[in-house]
Nanobody, 122 residues
């Protein structure tokens, strides 16, 4: 049974940094593409960043590129999202997702975590 568990959310001031993590179990982690999505109140879930099973990376758009970094540690079955220069509009529930042999261009993911709330205060 595949499980993804996010952690690291919390309250952070605008301009600050936060790293969220996602630990996977029940899967051959190194063979999975991983991604972070987020959902703000009243909005649809949106793609943030992805890292393919071979290590390629992709970010959503200029709003996060240069501020957010996705990385993975296969030895720890963990994917990270380092978020710097946070803005109030980054406030959202952040979800990780996994797809077998997914690349950084994968769109559909089979497995999802429960999410971790990141709140950025002004």
């Amino acid at each position: 049974q595949v499980q993804l568990v996010e952690s690291g959310g919390g309250l952070v001031q605008a301009g600050g940094s936060r790293r969220v993590s996602c630990v996977g179990s029940g899967l051959s982690f190194s063979n999975y593409g991983l991604a972070w999505f987020r959902q703000s109140l009243g909005k649809e879930r949106e793609f943030v960043a992805a890292i393919g099973w071979t290590g390629g990376r992709r970010y959503s758009d200029d709003s996060v590129k240069g501020r957010f970094t996705i990385s993975r540690d296969n030895a720890k079955n963990t994917v990270y999202l380092q978020m710097n220069s946070l803005k109030v509009e980054d406030t959202a529930v952040y979800y990780c997702a996994a797809q077998a042999f997914g690349t950084e261009y994968t769109v559909d993911y089979d497995y999802w975590g429960q999410g971790t709330q990141v709140t950025v205060s002004s």
